[in-house]
């Protein structure tokens, strides 16, 4: 079992960046898929990125790809999400999630395939 801890956001003008992290306590981490998701005021959540639980596999939706990675070290128990050339539309309480991967390589994309929740946090993009 993990519990997911995010940091890193805040408010940042429209072309900056912003590196979100993501502390998951527990030392099985790296039997875990990882992913991020966010959520827009009156929007539903939605899908951002994840990582396989090798590493090897990441899968992005289409409106960041070319402006965040997602990247995990597994010495530190920790996933990153670079974000870079931020556009307000990407303001948004962001979420990691967590769940065990059977498949190394595999990745979820749906936020009811992740059972570890964090908290969020808040990354607003001024124009």
């Known amino acids: 079992q993990v519990q997911p801890v995010e940091s890193g956001g805040g408010l940042v003008q429209a072309g900056g960046s912003l590196r979100l992290s993501c502390a998951a306590s527990?030392?099985?981490?790296?039997?875990?898929?990882m992913g991020w998701f966010r959520q827009a005021p009156g929007k539903e959540r939605e899908f951002v990125a994840a990582?396989?639980?090798?590493?090897?596999?990441?899968y992005y939706t289409d409106s960041v790809k070319g402006r965040f990675t997602i990247s995990r070290d597994n010495v530190k128990n920790t996933v990153y999400l670079q974000m870079n050339s931020l556009k307000p539309e990407d303001t948004a309480v962001y979420f990691c999630?967590?769940?065990?991967?059977?498949?190394?390589?595999?990745?979820?994309?749906?936020?009811?395939?992740?059972?570890?929740w964090g908290q969020g946090t808040q990354v607003t993009v001024s124009s």
């Open positions: 999630a967590a769940r065990w991967a059977y498949s190394s390589d595999y990745v979820w994309k749906k936020d009811n395939d992740y059972n570890y």
């Open positions: 527990g030392r099985t981490f790296d039997g875990y898929g």
């Open positions: 990582m396989s639980r090798s590493g090897r596999t990441t």
